[in-house]
């Protein structure tokens, strides 16, 4: 797996992926492709064997309304495509990941915000030595998220 710049072709592949529920609030479909390949929004590609498996987002797209974050920390997150969820390829992704924004970043520490009931995902980042700092609920849904972080060395 190795991140790559995002591409006209990928974005317009990413916002046809649906996931199954309860996943399916993390469905893009509703976004405009030129969001993703703006670098101001910080999204990456995923790709393994040259073919687009995720993608990988650095900075305020990570983050969900209603929560409350600082600059001590880049926030990041993510999502694999739909029919590659549930086959324990998430830790490989966040790690290509981590690995991607610790080189280009640099970051004290990083931040994901997961929802409460996406259990999978939190498994994976704890995996990965993010701790549960805070939980809220999104001002958008009321849906509950929790916030964890890993400091980098
Ligand atoms: C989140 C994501 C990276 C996780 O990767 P994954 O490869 O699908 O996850 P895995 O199949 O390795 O599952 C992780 C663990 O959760 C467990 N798990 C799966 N569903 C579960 C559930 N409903 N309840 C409890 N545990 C569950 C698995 O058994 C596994 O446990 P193990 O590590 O002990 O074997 C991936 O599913 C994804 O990208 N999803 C789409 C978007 C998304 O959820 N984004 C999250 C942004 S933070």
């Known amino acids: 797996m190795e991140i790559v710049d995002m591409t006209d072709e990928y974005a317009a592949d990413i ?5 199954p529920a309860p996943y399916d609030c993390y469905d893009l479909v ?7 390949t703006d670098p101001r929004n910080g999204y990456v590609a995923l790709v393994d064997k040259g073919e687009l498996i ?10 969900v309304p209603g929560g409350e974050y600082d600059e001590s920390a880049l926030d990041t997150g993510g999502g694999l495509r739909p029919e590659l969820t549930g086959r324990g390829l998430g830790r490989q992704a ?15 520490a990083f931040r994901v915000t997961v929802a ?11 995996g990965l030595g993010f701790v549960p ?3 809220f609920n999104a001002t958008t849904d009321g ?3 929790v916030i964890m972080t890993r400091r980098q060395p």
């Open 15 to 19: 916002v046809t992926w649906r996931y």
């Open 30 to 36: 509703d976004t405009d492709p030129e969001f993703f």
């Open 54 to 63: 995720g993608y990988r987002v650095f900075g305020r797209d990570g983050r």
């Open 94 to 108: 966040i790690a290509a990941g981590l690995e991607y924004g610790a080189a280009r970043f640099r970051p004290m």
């Open 116 to 126: 409460g009931l996406n259990i999978r995902a939190q498994q994976v980042v704890q």
């Open 133 to 135: 700092t805070r939980t």
């Open 143 to 145: 849906c509950g998220f």
